[in-house]
């Protein structure tokens, strides 16, 4: 299984981006996904995560009203829509999938993903 992810870049604050994370492998329509980001010199900090169907997603306190996951397995394509960004959601930007198969969860901890992105850079400006 491998993840690319893209659509980072440049933006003023108040802006919006949307992420893409693109996986290989026939069994992705059955992992759980997350995003993840770390900014320079702090830790990596989970964004959100969805599970196999896209039936249940849920994203973190610091970006709910902001940020919405969802996915298109047809397309092995997962999205993080950022709207009303922040100079604070400046950040490398990760996506990750956890090997479970149809698992109904999402998870907020990457010690539970499996497979992870090369991450895409996100910078707000203020």
């Known amino acids: 299984v491998q993840l690319q992810a893209s659509g980072g870049g440049l933006v003023q604050a108040g802006g919006s981006l949307r992420l893409s994370c693109a996986v290989s492998?026939?069994?992705?329509?059955?992992?759980?996904m997350g995003w993840f980001r770390q900014a320079p010199g702090k830790e990596r900090e989970f964004v959100g995560g969805?599970?196999?169907?896209?039936?249940?997603?849920y994203v973190a306190d610091a970006v709910k009203g902001r940020f919405t996951m969802s996915r298109d397995n047809a397309k092995k394509t997962v999205y993080l829509q950022m709207n009303s960004l922040k100079p604070e959601d400046t950040a490398v930007y990760y996506c990750?999938?956890?090997?479970?198969?149809?698992?109904?969860?999402?998870?907020?901890?990457?010690?539970?993903?499996?497979?992870w992105g090369q991450g895409t850079q996100v910078t707000v400006s203020s």
């Open positions: 990750a999938a956890k090997d479970s198969l149809y698992d109904g969860s999402y998870y907020d901890t990457d010690k539970y993903y499996d497979y």
């Open positions: 492998g026939r069994t992705f329509s059955t992992y759980p």
């Open positions: 969805i599970n196999w169907s896209g039936t249940r997603s």
